[in-house]
């Protein structure tokens, strides 16, 4: 029995990974940019949260609800203000410029909000629990792997569903084209990142929830989520999803073996998967 | 005055200079055909009008405005749409996504929509769901004039229609000109299939080296005069 419950842990936690890795894999899919400042985007999201929640005395929920938009907007000003001069035929200028800026921001976090360790407050939600059968399950990992999925299904919706999901894809496909078309890639491009900013704000609740953070976690968070990336084949929602879940039940399966194990566990699942198929799981037909 | 004219329009790619002062009319409901060999500078000025390129403001205008420095979805927003060289459909959407986001910068309510373009080339309809660029290349052209159309266009630029295509194709594709003009659109055509071009347009430029080396009605224009203007031999 505990093997079932170490992997419903586990593809729990995936649920963690994959919020951390959605927002990534909209960007790389859009623009073929790879935001090495996506994990403290992420912490940048959770102290948002958290001064909102401390200083204002919001629900953690409702304060989320308020740092999405907030998130958007700078999200959609980083990008049509910065990244999309480093947009171009080399893919360095971004990385390198994404690498500055994350350093500029664990550096921001140090200075407003110390390196103590914090924690976004939920009350008595952060230890409920469920009893499903003979397994319990907490209510906030059930809460972030259901949001998790949600977030999945409304990227694909926009993505395959919508006008500005077909500008997405064309604009990734041909940016002059896409002009004659009246879009502005510009414009998408800035929107992309805000929405991965969105969704960079959920994975900063669920992570700011269920375990403490500092300004400098954000580097270890940024590789599960390349890791998930990855595994699940660049492009494809659904394959984040798989990825952060591999990454989750291995993670928990090393640590149910001995608990120095459960990040080396992830790391050896990401290198298997690798070893065998090489562009991921579920790779974009075209590209 | 002209729907859309250009005026002593220059335009260059860094220190290559490509149109050495164009001067191109059309008048509403009228289409105009530009000839010229390969680097004559038809597909610059056709990336010149829709936007591509930036101009100086005042060497294009549209229907009294001054277009030339605009960007290409400013240009697509007042109603000049293009079908660019080699069709570029994107592989990413389906043939009825491709249709659906001619309307992204003008939707504008007209003759034009996915019923009627369904209509006109009937092979789409059943293609519907098929990604764009799994079809032939004259069904591709399709798509393409079909994705330009779907913004009820009052200028409709097609670049090369027949580059590529079977001569039975080209045939199937400029049969639906009529329709097109019928439609109320002023059309622009660039080719190199010159009996093509003659059959369709009321008036016919023909260019050489970035200038207009000949203009004038086909029915005005002798083989000679266009063999002359083609290929700068002196007749």
């Known amino acids: 029995m505990s093997v079932l419950d170490t992997l419903i842990q586990g593809i729990l936690l995936g649920g963690l990974y994959t919020l951390f890795a959605a927002g990534l894999a909209l960007v790389f899919g859009i623009m073929r940019l790879v935001n090495l400042a996506h994990g403290d985007l992420i912490v940048m999201a959770a102290f948002l949260i958290l001064y909102l929640v401390t200083g204002l005395g919001l629900n953690p929920f409702v304060a989320a609800l308020i740092a999405m938009p907030v998130m958007f907007g700078i999200g959609w000003a980083l990008q049509y203000f910065v990244l999309n001069r480093t947009l171009g035929p080399d893919i360095l200028p971004p990385l390198l410029v994404t690498f500055g800026l994350s350093i500029v921001i664990q550096n921001g976090l140090l200075q407003g909000f ?19 059968g003979p397994i319990a399950v907490g209510v906030m990992p059930l809460l972030t792997f259901a949001s998790a999925v949600l977030v999945i299904v409304a990227l694909n919706v926009i993505f395959y569903r919508t006008s500005l999901g077909r500008a997405f894809r064309a604009t990734s496909d041909d940016k002059v084209t896409a002009g004659l078309m009246g879009i502005r890639p510009d414009n998408i491009f800035a929107i992309a ?28 968070r940024l590789i599960y989520a390349f890791e998930a990336v990855i595994i699940g084949g660049l492009g494809s929602f659904w394959g984040t999803l798989v990825g952060g879940i591999i990454i989750g039940v291995a993670q928990t399966f090393g640590a149910s073996i001995n608990p120095e194990w459960q990040i080396l566990a992830g790391h050896v699942a990401f290198l298997i998967v690798l070893l065998f198929r090489p562009r991921g799981l579920f790779p974009r037909a075209v590209d | 005055m002209a729907l859309l004219e250009t005026r002593s329009l220059t335009a260059s790619y860094g220190d290559f200079q490509a149109l050495f002062g164009v001067d191109v009319r059309l008048e509403e409901g009228q289409t105009v055909a530009i000839i010229g060999a390969n680097g004559a500078g038809k597909t610059t000025l056709m990336r010149s009008i829709s936007g591509v390129l930036r101009n100086a403001l005042d060497q294009i205008s549209f229907d009294g405005r001054e277009i030339g420095g605009l960007s290409a979805p400013d240009v697509v927003a007042l109603g000049v749409a293009m079908v660019p060289e080699g069709r570029k459909l994107f592989p990413s959407l389906t043939v009825e996504e491709n249709l659906l986001i001619g309307r992204y910068g003008r939707a504008v309510e007209g003759f034009w929509s996915l019923e009627t373009i369904y209509e006109m080339f009937p092979i789409l309809k059943e293609r519907r769901n098929n990604p764009g660029t799994a079809l032939s290349g004259g069904q591709q052209q399709m798509v ?8 009820n266009p009052r200028v409709l630029l097609c670049d090369e229609l027949s580059l590529g295509l079977a001569p039975v194709v080209i045939k199937d594709i400029y049969a639906a000109f009529p329709k097109i003009k019928a439609s109320g659109a002023s059309i622009i055509i660039v080719e190199q299939d010159i009996g093509q071009a003659l059959k369709v347009a009321d008036q016919v430029y023909c260019m050489m080296e970035g200038r207009i080396t000949l203009s004038g009605k086909p029915s005005e224009i002798s083989r000679e005069q266009i063999h002359a203007a083609y290929f700068g031999a002196h007749a």
């Open chain 1, 114 to 132: 110390s390196a103590d360790s914090r924690r976004i407050p939920i009350g008595p939600l952060e230890s409920a629990s469920i009893n499903l």
């Open chain 1, 193 to 220: 990142t805000g929405l991965a900013l969105v969704v960079a704000t959920i994975a900063a609740l669920y992570l700011g929830a269920r375990a403490n953070f500092d300004p400098t976690i954000g580097p270890a």
């Open chain 2, 144 to 151: 393409a004039i079909g994705r330009a159309l779907m913004s």
